[in-house]
């Protein structure tokens, strides 16, 4: 990542916080962990912990991505949430721009995706040696230039969303690592993590979170 790394001074947005878990959103353009070096150090989780002083780790969110985040109060939660991402009994929604017009109006992606080593951090598709990786996807409005979708994971692979958008020719608009020429030219990553449902570390009670789009 470059030097010119300027985050939003946006105040933290709380969406929810117990004994056991805190939930917020986080603006574009903020990592969620820091980054190596000084002028990487401001982050969603430094900021969270200035407001929560034990608040752990739990899952990422890219830097250019916005949306719902949620961090754990206590040990025994950051364990609790950690294992239900990696079982998959998360359910998460995003809301994505994406170019051109997306057809059908329903379908699934299913390209299992790897690390391209020599232009790190971006991914590819690779059959070979890639991991799983599925994504539905509802379009919710579209026209010739753009269309509004809405992106339900399965699995939880680095850039997984942005990849699979490229992979069906339609990039996520703004996305400065895979979109080019128009559907570069925006003033963010046009994705935003919408909704994420996960059970209570106390007691197992469903749990929703929600953030409205910004765009």
């Known amino acids: 990542m470059s030097s ?10 709380i969406i929810h916080a117990d004994h056991e878990l805190i939930s917020v959103t986080k603006p ?20 969270v912990q200035a407001a929560f002083p034990g608040a752990l780790l ?20 950051q364990r609790h949430l950690g294992l239900q991402f990696e079982k998959r009994q998360t359910k998460k929604a995003y809301i994505a721009r994406v170019f051109g017009r997306l057809e059908p109006k329903t379908g699934t992606v299913d390209l299992p995706l790897i690390v391209d080593w020599p232009n790190r951090p971006l ?41 699979h958008m490229l992979a ?3 990039p ?11 559907a570069l030219a925006h003033s963010r990553l ?19 979170f929600f953030a409205k789009a910004p765009f």
């Open 123 to 163: 991914q590819m598709v690779c059959h070979e040696t890639g991991k799983e990786a599925q994504t539905d996807w509802k379009v919710l409005k579209a026209t010739d230039e753009e269309s509004r979708v809405r992106l339900f994971p399965k699995t939880g692979r680095s850039h997984q969303l942005r990849v």
């Open 168 to 170: 069906l020719g339609h």
């Open 4 to 13: 010119d790394y300027n985050p939003p001074s946006d105040p933290l947005d």
């Open 28 to 47: 574009s353009g903020l990592l969620s962990v820091p980054g190596k070096g000084e002028h990487l150090a401001d982050c969603l989780i430094a900021r």
């Open 58 to 77: 739990v899952h990422r969110l890219d830097r250019d991505t916005s949306g719902v985040m949620i961090f754990a109060a206590t040990p025994h939660a």
């Open 190 to 208: 046009m994705l935003h993590a919408e909704e994420l449902r996960l059970r209570h570390p106390d007691g197992g009670k469903g749990m929703r």
């Open 172 to 182: 996520i608009l703004g996305d400065p690592f895979y979109a080019s020429g128009e």
